[in-house]
């Protein structure tokens, strides 16, 4: 198992990014399991630092695209450009093409924009003029969305949202990792230098590995059971549940979850799944798959309150 380099990776980066430890883990959760992951915070919490600093560790290449009204889809995947030299056109490629891709403020772009971004991350292949490229592997997706500016954004439709493993909230620092952060970001000739832990094989190798942990039927009929409480709420009780639920989880989470638990008890150092791993990652692959009414919003219901609910009253076995 490598659970040693492992935390020489997470050691690494902990010498740049301050205590966003579960947003270190969910990145590496998408890693080693294919999954993209759609991070929502205000502006100035290290997203794209924590993202270029793990390109670094892990030895990735890196690529942030800034998503603005004006974008367009071949400003990503890329285009054909005429050589006059040549008599003849050449594929140029877009910034998609690389392994690790921040989309930042992924609502700030039309549906067109967002769409070739998300046929990227189902298909793992471009198609520019007549030609299919096949895109680099490891191949995750980091997208952000600002939850205080919503003026003149798109938001992602249900359908594609669906697309991300996870939807993971990144929240302010406490009192003393923000004061470490202040102390240590206000030297003016403050550099870090990133030591490359992990190459592109070993995060292959750690994938079949993560494949081969073990979960139990009992704990398999679990997830299903939670993805179900989300669907049909009257059945498991929840009955003030059900007045705010218009659509439940859709089988992604099943999926999702059942993988995502198999990493993380991978990178806690287990080849097996415990009932607390999957606790820990439903409201991360929930949040974004349940859909809310309009009496929710009105009595100012929210998603992860529901999702408390069903962890409660959902047995397992």
């Known amino acids: 198992m490598y659970v040693e380099k492992i935390r020489e990776v997470l050691d690494e980066m902990g010498k740049v990014v301050v205590g966003q430890d579960k947003l270190l883990n969910r990145l590496l959760i998408g890693l080693f399991t294919g999954g993209h992951i759609l991070l929502e915070g205000v502006p100035g919490l290290a997203k794209t630092l924590t993202i270029n600093v793990m390109a670094k560790v892990l030895h990735l290449e890196f690529k942030r695209i800034q998503f603005t009204p004006d974008l367009l889809p071949a400003d990503l995947i890329g285009t054909m450009i005429y050589k006059p030299k040549i008599g003849d056109y050449e594929v140029k490629k877009g910034p998609i093409f690389s ?133 049909r709420p009257l059945d498991y009780g929840l009955r003030d549940e059900a007045r705010y639920i218009q659509f439940g989880a859709s089988p992604r989470a099943t999926i999702y979850l059942n993988r995502a638990a198999k990493a993380l008890a991978y990178l806690e150092g287990r080849d097996y799944v415990l009932p607390e791993d999957i606790k820990e990652l439903a409201p991360d692959i929930m949040n974004h798959r349940i859909l809310l009414n309009y009496e929710a919003e009105a009595d100012g219901v929210r998603t992860m309150t529901i999702i408390d609910s069903i962890l409660r009253k959902v047995a397992i076995g």
């Open 99 to 231: 392994n690790l891709i921040l989309a930042d403020e992924v609502n700030r772009s039309p549906a067109k924009v967002q769409s070739a971004l998300l046929e990227a991350m189902q298909e793992k292949q471009v198609t520019i003029g007549d030609e299919t490229f096949l895109l680099d592997r490891p191949f995750v997706v980091l997208a952000t969305q600002n939850p205080v500016e919503q003026e003149g954004t798109y938001p992602l439709p249900e359908a594609q949202i669906d697309r991300f493993m996870m939807k993971v909230y990144v929240d302010y620092l406490d009192k003393m990792k923000e004061l470490e952060v202040m102390r240590r970001m206000s030297d003016i000739n403050y550099e870090y230098k990133i030591r490359p832990i992990l190459n592109k094989e070993e995060i292959f190798a750690i994938r079949d590995e993560v494949n081969k942990v073990n979960i139990s039927d009992t704990l398999e009929r679990y997830i299903i059971e939670l993805v179900f409480a989300t669907r």
